[in-house]
């Protein structure tokens, strides 16, 4: 919940929760155009009225399920992410990565990279939540290859930014193939390419 919106009682909050969970769920099944309000109002056990007292429209509720699903993402690879700054570092999270989408079935593929794909041209507003959302992701990132270029285990002339980038945009396509070719060889394939690039910069 942003700043700019009224404190929750602790029911409130709860409802809120409850009914953003709900529609994460359905748009990463259904879509974000196959998911209504009158969907989200059955799944969840809320009426409209609830629904718009805590989001002015659909698009809002829409913002509010992509800062969720950024932070579940963020969640489970927290640990791995902080503890980019080895070469070790970046193999472990790239193993967990692909481990994960084994666990799946190879199904789903990226559940912020669907939202991305579907309304990246819907509106201003949503593209820069999408556009934050990403950023938050590849910050850890960012800030692993700084501790290890600081650690003199990258040339100076390695740049962090856009290692980060490569291997961020490595795992979102990966994850996009692993999710149509039902196999996480693509996401294993990619991410191999970015480690193997991001090590043409080691001392």
Known sequence: MSAAEPRLTAPG?????????????????????????????????????QIYHYFKDKQGLVRAVIE???????????????????????????????????????????????????????CPETRTALAASFERWEEPIRVGLVRLRGRGKLR?????????????AALQGGLLLTQVRRTSHPLRTALDGALAYIATFAT
């Open 156 to 168: 100076a002339d390695a740049d962090p930014h856009d290692l980060a980038t490569v291997l961020l």
């Open 68 to 122: 969720y699903r950024t932070e579940q993402a963020l969640v489970h690879q927290r640990p791995l992410l902080e503890a980019l700054d080895s070469f070790e570092g970046l193999r472990a999270w790239s193993d967990s990565v692909v481990a994960i989408q084994d666990g799946r079935g190879c199904a789903g593929g990226c559940e912020v990279g669907s939202l991305a794909s579907e309304l990246a041209e819907s």
């Open 13 to 49: 909050r709860r409802t809120r929760e409850r009914i953003v969970e709900t529609a994460a769920e359905l748009m990463f099944r259904k879509g974000v155009a196959g998911t209504s309000i009158p969907d989200i109002q059955q799944a969840a056990g809320v009426s409209a009225s």
